[in-house]
């Protein structure tokens, strides 16, 4: 069974930082763009992040220069490190996998889609 599991969402307060991972099962990422998407209530899903298979990354000028994605394909696994957190990053927070190489896109179109994890910044 194909599964993507999200972990690390918390918590947190302004300015603070969460790491973010995403944990494949049931195949190997190597093969796929993996992207992060947020959602927040009342608003529609956006992307945050994306990496290809080559470590090209791709990120919203909303969280340019505070956060940062990387994958470790020996650990099958995705992160995603998020600092200076701002109330606005609230969210749910998804990892979705494309299979593509070479280039990743924040759009939607992802083949796989994990449950996602809650990230509050708040004082």
């Known amino acids: 069974q194909l599964q993507l599991v999200e972990s690390g969402g918390g918590l947190v307060q302004p300015g603070g930082s969460l790491r973010l991972s995403c944990a494949a099962s049931?195949?190997?990422?190597?093969?796929?763009?993996i992207g992060w998407f947020r959602q927040a209530p009342g608003k529609e899903r956006e992307g945050v992040s994306c990496?290809?298979?080559?470590?090209?990354?791709n990120y919203a000028d909303s969280v340019k220069g505070r956060f940062t994605i990387s994958r470790d394909n020996a650990k099958n696994t995705v992160y995603l490190q998020m600092n200076s957190l701002k109330p606005e990053d609230t969210a749910v927070y998804h990892c979705?996998?494309?299979?593509?190489?070479?280039?990743?896109?924040?759009?939607?179109?992802?083949?796989?889609w994990g449950q996602g994890t809650q990230v509050t910044v708040s004082s």
């Open positions: 049931g195949f190997t990422l190597d093969s796929y763009a």
């Open positions: 979705a996998a494309l299979k593509r190489l070479f280039s990743c896109t924040l759009s939607k179109g992802y083949d796989y």
């Open positions: 990496i290809s298979t080559i470590g090209i990354t």
